[in-house]
């Protein structure tokens, strides 16, 4: 899969891609990363790239002409792609579309901006638009990034052995559980005594009732998107009859 980034800081994208699985993936050809700068495509002296907002105010707005050419040659490289624009009024990224999209197997073509907002025009000629989150950044590479990094994951061969794991809980959107490694005993904090009793049953059930707790405690919210199974109502119950019982502070 090839991933295109349409950006005015194509080290930021570069120096991402160098590293860790990513930057493995990219060294065995199994993803390719190629960076496009709209201001190669500026006309004037100044190689600009902004112009101030019509209708007047502050700041400056990201004109169409220079990203809309640098958009045209990236379709050139990947005709095939799906153009997504990274925007805080984008759909909110969640998992389910990191796996739509890397199921697709489309190229992705991202378009960036930086300190400023797009021209509207810009805008109309993404496919999708993107939101990492309701927060503010200086730019969108680094939700480029993340949705790279998010979909690569899926792509056969980036993780290994590791993918056949993530496609258990491939619906379920429940916390993860708490995990530990030797030492038993460290600070005086022991490791639970479940998981070291070698009951792969009791183990399992010990799990899924942490990540149910987890998942109560910080985001109740991800309970009413949960594909429950069987022996969950059970766990759930005695979950919250133990949150009930829990002196302040404890835990
Ligand atoms: C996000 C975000 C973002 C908005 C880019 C202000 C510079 C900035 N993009 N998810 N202009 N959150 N973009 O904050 O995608």
Same mark, same amino acid.
């Given at each position: ?111 960036? /901006? ?18 990492? /989150? ?74 899924? +009732? ?19 199974? +069987? ?17 302040? /502070?404890?835990?």
């Amino acid at each position: 899969m090839e991933f295109i980034f349409i950006t005015l800081f194509p080290e930021m994208i570069e120096q991402a891609s160098r590293v860790s699985i990513i930057g493995r993936a990219v060294e065995q050809g199994l993803v390719s990363v190629t960076c496009i700068n709209p201001r190669d495509y500026a006309t004037d002296r100044h190689r600009s790239v902004d112009a101030s907002p019509c209708g007047g105010g502050a700041g400056m707005v990201l004109q169409a002409g220079t990203y809309c050419k640098a958009l045209d040659r990236a379709r050139e490289l990947a005709p095939d792609a799906l153009t997504v624009a990274l925007t805080p009024v984008g759909e909110p990224l969640r998992q389910p579309r990191v796996e739509a999209l890397a199921a697709a197997g489309r190229d992705l073509i991202f378009l960036c /901006g930086h300190y400023e907002g797009f021209d509207e025009r810009i805008l109309e000629r993404a496919d999708l638009r993107l939101s990492v /989150g309701d927060f503010v950044l200086t730019g969108g590479e680094l939700p480029a990034l993340c949705i790279m990094d998010a979909v690569a994951r899926f792509l056969p061969g980036v993780l290994g052995k590791m993918v056949s794991a993530e496609e258990d809980s491939f619906a379920d959107v429940l916390l993860e559980y708490p995990q530990y490694t030797r030492p038993v005993c460290y600070e005086g904090r022991q490791v639970p005594e479940v998981l070291l009793s070698g009951n792969h049953a009791a183990i399992a059930r010990w799990r899924r +009732k942490e990540a149910l707790r987890a998942t109560y405690r910080c985001r109740p919210e991800l309970l009413g998107r949960m594909h429950w199974q +069987k022996g969950d109502g059970a766990l759930f119950l005695e979950m919250l009859e133990e949150e009930k019982t829990k002196q302040p /502070g404890e835990g």
